[in-house]
């Protein structure tokens, strides 16, 4: 039977440790056999969460027969994880052992540099750091789960139910997976990424002598502009505003344009029932057709499903 060992480290999150027990333990096969032998291991016999304490039946040594191992995440993910644990996800990638984060567990992965070179995601409050102390791997906060093969990482939260059902279903099919799911109340596959999700625009770096002209552009992103307009505000060449906001933004002025206009109308989809057409022209797209196309682009799912997931009132 395939074995699901879950990493419980100090301070790990109940919820992200619930959730790949909650999914592999319920999962069954065509008769009731049970999908997977799900355990749970730790470096010591009692870990914290911060508010209760566990009883861990499984040492480390358990991730030797492990088919699969989810490492959830912990209260401060930036925290320095045990060297023990560390080698011994190392020796398991070693082995070919399936390995899973669930949202801040991508640090430990991280930092046992089984994410060198990939891509990876993690929650995306915490995918800048993530980016910034580990510059070797390619960070994407938009999606809820990035499947490398070997190595799988998982947003914040719910996407660790996301990336559990897509293991079920990787493991013995849509039919069992989608058992799973109506197990968990949750659709088997759900529309969009986590970008949804996010509340704000990543600020710009310190000290970046942009942030007047990306304020400005914040101020006038319903206007009808061009990048020579925003250019010209800046009192500087096409060429070298596009060489600044790469340097300094990671970006070019036209898509941090985009992505201001994305979202503000994401606030008006969520506080106002103007039509789709109205918020494209109020927030500065020339059409609703581009709108849309953009909308989608940035976050994963139309206007329409947006605001049917997020308005209120």
Not at 73 to 83: K, N, R
Not at 286 to 311: E, H, K, W
């Amino acid at each position: 039977m395939h074995t699901v060992a879950v990493l419980a480290l100090d301070t790990v999150v109940p919820f992200d440790l619930a959730t790949p027990i909650e999914v592999f333990d319920r999962t069954r096969l065509p008769g009731g056999r049970p999908g997977y032998r799900v355990v749970v291991c730790a470096e010591r016999p009692t870990v914290t969460t911060g508010v209760f304490d566990i009883a861990v039946p499984w040492r480390l040594d358990v991730l030797a027969d492990a088919d699969t191992v989810i490492v959830p995440g912990v209260t401060d993910p930036g925290a320095a994880a045990p060297a023990p644990v560390l080698d011994a996800l190392r020796a398991a990638e070693a082995r070919g052992t399936r390995i899973a984060s669930i949202c801040g567990g991508a640090f430990t992965l991280a930092a046992a540099g089984l994410l060198d070179g990939r891509r990876a995601t993690t929650h995306w409050v915490a995918a800048a750091p993530l980016a910034a102390r580990y510059p070797r791997v390619q960070v994407d906060p938009n999606v809820l789960y990035v499947d490398n093969g070997q190595i799988l990482t998982s947003a914040g939260a719910a996407a660790g139910l996301d990336l559990c059902l897509h293991l079920v279903r990787t493991d013995h099919g849509a039919a069992v997976a989608a058992d799973a799911a109506r197990l968990s109340v949750m659709p088997l596959e759900r529309a969009g990424g986590q970008a949804q999700f996010i509340a704000h625009e990543p600020p710009a770096p310190d000290g970046t002598t942009l942030e007047p002209l990306l304020t400005w552009m914040r101020q006038n992103a319903g206007r009808d502009l061009a990048l020579a307009d925003i250019a010209r505000h800046a009192g500087m060449s096409v060429r070298t505003l596009n060489r600044r906001f790469r340097d300094q933004v990671g970006t070019t002025p036209l898509r941090w344009l985009h992505r201001i206009r994305v979202h503000q109308a994401q606030h008006l989809l969520e506080t106002t029932a103007h039509p789709v057409d109205r918020v494209a022209t109020q927030v500065g797209f020339g059409s609703v057709t581009a709108f849309r196309d953009r909308f989608r682009r940035i976050t994963g799912t139309s206007p329409q499903a947006y605001r049917r997931s997020f308005r209120s009132g």
